[in-house]
């Protein structure tokens, strides 16, 4: 299930030229930019700094639903001189406060994992040591290259502070390029992030993370966008479907993220619990 599982992941983006000619190579950038927005019909004007702050805002309340979120995920880590794998899980969001859940299904060995996010806490669950660790923001979601934030609503605006470093293009697509510096006190997976956003749709393209000594750490594309309605914030939100994560210090490894059969109906009360959780692997 799994290989089959894998071999369609890759035919898929294969088909929607978003695959890289090899393992280590980086996707081209038009087509992670065609993907997402149409042409512009004149020259983009450079941003002001409130203008800025105003993008960060609407990238951030696009996404935010303020209610409740469930998707069905398949994530696909390829290392250099490894089999593929292909790993499913549910995640779950209760925006209004802040928690997720992350659920593995599949693979066998990793079915009943989980990893949960409630006060500004991240903790991990390992089923067969029946036993909880926190975790920091850092930590590589499944072993893959993915990240908590990977998954959970965007907060650009209430964790970073954001210059403007121009206009650049991304194949054909004008983007706006801001340079964004964690803010102090705020716990993030990378202090300082590059981020291309299409001056056509305010969508991001692009986004790059460096540690603190500077090193680039990953360079993360999102071609793909879902619209989703919420009766809870009564109005459109905007969801990833696809996230395509290249490790830049280990060349060659790379994860991809697609996220399926969204929903955004209200959830069980109890369900962000470290109980639930754990009564899922019973």
């Not at 898929?12 to 927005?37: K, S």
């Not at 029946?130 to 965007?154: L, P, Q, V, Y």
């Not at 393209?205 to 000594?213: G, N, V």
């Amino acid at each position: 299930m799994i290989r089959r599982q894998t071999l369609c992941l890759t035919l898929c983006a294969a088909a929607l030229g978003l695959l890289p000619a090899a393992a280590h190579a980086q996707p081209a950038a038009p087509a992670v930019a065609a993907e997402t927005a149409p042409p512009v019909a004149a020259p983009p004007q450079p941003l002001d700094a409130a203008a800025v702050k105003k993008l960060l805002q609407e990238i951030d309340d696009r996404q935010r639903n303020s209610g409740d979120y469930k998707t069905l995920v398949y994530i696909e880590r390829k290392e250099r001189n490894k089999n593929d794998v292909v790993f499913e899980a549910v995640v779950y969001r209760r925006d209004a406060d802040d928690k997720l859940m992350i659920l593995f299904l599949q693979p066998k060995a990793e079915r009943g994992k989980g990893y949960l996010r409630i006060e500004k806490n991240l903790w991990m669950y390992d089923p067969g040591a029946g036993k909880w660790e926190r975790r920091t923001e850092r930590e590589h979601i499944g072993g893959t290259d993915s990240r908590r934030a990977d998954f959970d609503e965007s907060r650009l605006a209430d964790e970073y502070d954001a210059v403007y470093d121009g206009i650049e293009k991304l194949g054909k697509v004008d983007a706006h390029k801001l340079t964004l510096t964690v803010k102090k006190g705020v716990d993030v997976a990378y202090p300082k992030l590059s981020l291309w956003v299409s001056a056509a749709s305010s969508m991001v393209l692009k986004r790059q993370e460096f540690a603190a000594s500077g090193k680039l750490m990953r360079t993360t594309y999102t071609p793909k966008w879902a619209r989703l309605y919420s009766a809870s914030k009564k109005a459109e939100v905007w969801s990833p479907k696809e996230i395509r994560i290249f490790d830049e210090v280990e060349k060659g490894n790379s994860t991809v993220i697609l996220m399926k059969e969204q929903d955004l109906r209200p959830l069980q009360t109890n369900l962000f619990t470290k109980a639930w959780l754990e009564s899922q692997s019973r």
